[in-house]
């Protein structure tokens, strides 16, 4: 079933020009990039996005890294564009994750761990709206 899941290229990687390399990683996985914007998450929207996490200890940390340079915000379709999107990322942890995953070849830690995809359908639209219009979606 074609789905669309929500991927942000995180600013370890954009510091790095990494943005060519992991969508080419993406792309070669079968999912389509049918909308991207670079852009500078400002304080406001890193904290909403990640409000899940607002008790945690690392949350500030988590808030400071994201805005500290520009991100790739994109939308990804494919069959079962999720969980595809979360086997081509590789664990959180860079050193756990499989060989050819976007962490394995490009992650510096378990922080900077160079990009984010939804973790369900539903949070995928949820993520999808807080970056794009629907007229900026192009299937």
């Known amino acids: 079933m074609t789905e669309r899941t929500f991927s942000i290229i995180k600013p370890d990687a954009t510091r790095r020009n990494l ?36 008790e945690r200890p690392f949350f500030g940390e988590l808030v400071d890294f994201m805005t500290s340079a520009p991100v790739v915000v994109q939308v990804l379709e494919g069959d079962n564009a999720v969980a595809r999107y979360r086997e081509v990322m590789g664990a959180t942890n860079p050193a756990q994750a499989a060989e050819g995953t976007i962490r394995k070849l490009y992650a510096e830690s378990v922080g900077e761990n160079s990009v984010h995809g939804s973790d369900s359908l539903e949070n995928a639209k949820i993520e999808i709206a807080q970056f794009f219009t629907d007229d900026e979606i192009v299937g």
């Open 19 to 54: 943005t060519g390399k992991v969508n080419a990683v993406i792309e070669d996985a079968g999912l389509r990039i049918v909308a991207q914007k670079r852009i500078r998450m400002s304080r406001a929207q890193a904290e909403k996005f990640y409000e899940v996490h607002k």
